[in-house]
């Protein structure tokens, strides 16, 4: 199954058996000087499927001209929220590909995976100093 979605969309990135948990995707890219055959600024589409939430199709929306400077959201980057989960193999999945449905030319330049820490964690750990020093003054 995967070596078909490979053929078709080779432009695709598959990462599997990362943690479950909750993550931040960035999605980097930027197309110099670029307008589309209507003469809009190009865009690009990114597909994003995780075994999880977080699936779908996300623009990237870029005005034509010069690098800005800096990365700034939705026009040289994307943040997605993901969570990912196992799925009915076991195991995780994230797959990145650019989904071709935008005017402009454009490729993925560049991709970060952030995982966010359970809230439950620094919570637990402030709990346990609390009664670790509430011991020691009895």
């Known amino acids: 199954m995967e070596t078909a979605l490979m053929a078709a969309t080779p432009k695709s990135m ?24 209507s003469g809009t600024p190009g865009f690009t589409d990114f597909g994003v499927f995780v075994t999880g939430t977080g699936s779908g199709v996300y623009r990237l929306d ?5 690098w800005p400077g800096m990365q700034i959201e939705n026009q040289t980057y994307l943040k ?10 076991g195991r995780t999945l994230l797959s990145v590909d650019q ?5 402009g ?21 402030a709990l346990f100093a609390c ?8």
């Open 14 to 37: 598959f990462i599997r058996d990362l943690l479950p948990g909750k993550y931040d995707l960035y999605l980097y890219g930027w197309a110099a000087v670029w307008d589309g055959p």
């Open 99 to 103: 989904a071709g449905i935008g005017e």
């Open 105 to 125: 030319f454009m490729i993925m330049q560049g991709m970060q995976l952030v995982r966010i820490p359970a809230p439950a964690a620094p919570a637990l750990a």
């Open 131 to 138: 009664a670790a020093i509430h011991r020691r003054r009895r």
């Open 80 to 89: 997605v929220p993901i969570t990912l989960e196992f799925g009915s193999n």
């Open 62 to 66: 870029y005005s034509s001209g010069p």
